[in-house]
Structures are given as C-alpha cells and as structure tokens.
C-alpha cells in the first residue's frame, strides 16, 4: 500500500485496486505515518461552490423576472374560457382583468417566487456564518468535543 501511496494514487483508486473499502485505506495509510494531498479536492470543491453560487444567483434573478411577470397579469385583459351545455360548447369571453379567484392563485404564485428568492439570497448572503459554523463542527469532531446544535430560531 505504501508504495501505491508512493507512485501518486488516491485514496480511492488505491481501495479498488485491493478491494478493500476507503476507509480501511486511510486508516492505514494513517499509521503508516503518510496523509493524501487533499489540495486537488479542495480545488475542485471550491470550483463545484463556485458553479453551485453562479447557478443560484441566476435563479434568483429568474425568480424576480417570473414575479414580476405574473404580479403584472393582475391587471391585464384576461381570457374566461368555460365549458358547457348539453353539446359541451366551449365559450370564450375577455375580461378587463382576471377574476380575483384567478388573482388570488396569482398572488399565491408570486409569494412562492419570493419565498424562494428570500431563502436563496439568505443563503448566499449569511454573511460567513454557515462556513464558520462548519469550521467550528469539524474542529470539534477533531478534538473528540460533541457540540450540540445552535438554535437559530430568532
């Protein structure tokens, strides 16, 4: 295994090739005195954080686009199609605007549009607290110190 280790292959790579699990890998590799270079990981984490963050901040904006799109069909001309009759007839008739049950569904949609919007934009922006919260969990995983979970409640 150390010298698997030697010639540059990963953790993993290493597991499959002796058909042992990744962690029992590690383990050993561990008493042997050695670590994986983590830094390619890393970089590839943070480029795939990176991705993720771009990818949320254009459906943010998608979401305020939609929001606003329907918030504007609340008073625009709108099309009562009904069905009916014993020949089962459709009749279309326009309307100055929608019916306020329509508008109702409308407004339902929008608020769902900004909830959305709201619980991404916290998300992007708490301000450093999520990765410090992570910081803090996994250096007390480290020292062996259970912490229980911060109520976030106010």
């Known amino acids: 295994m150390q010298q698997l280790h030697t010639d540059g ?3 993993n790579e290493i597991a ?4 042992i699990s ?3 890998v590690s383990g050993i ?3 042997l005195g050695l670590s994986f270079d983590r830094s390619a990981t890393a970089a590839a984490t943070d480029a795939r954080k990176a991705d993720l ?3 949320r901040v254009e459906l943010k904006g998608l979401l305020l686009e939609d929001a606003h ?6 008073w625009e001309p709108a099309r009562l ?3 009916g009759g014993k020949d089962n007839t459709m009749n279309e008739t326009m309307l100055e605007e929608p019916l306020f049950a329509d508008k109702k569904n409308i407004m339902s949609a929008v608020g769902i549009a900004m909830t959305t919007f709201d619980r991404l934009d916290a998300r992007d922006n708490d301000g450093g607290e999520s990765d410090a919260r992570s910081m803090l ?5 480290a020292l062996g110190i259970g912490a229980d979970p911060v109520d976030n409640s106010d």
Not at 69 to 74: D, G, P
Not at 137 to 141: E, F, N, S, T
């Open 69 to 74: 799109h329907l918030r504007q069909q609340l």
């Open 29 to 31: 590799v561990a008493d």
């Open 137 to 141: 969990a996994q250096l007390g995983r």
């Open 81 to 83: 199609v009904s069905f």
């Open 22 to 24: 990744a962690s029992t």
């Open 16 to 19: 499959r090739e002796l058909g």
């Open 53 to 55: 963050t771009a990818r």
């Open 9 to 11: 292959k990963g953790r």
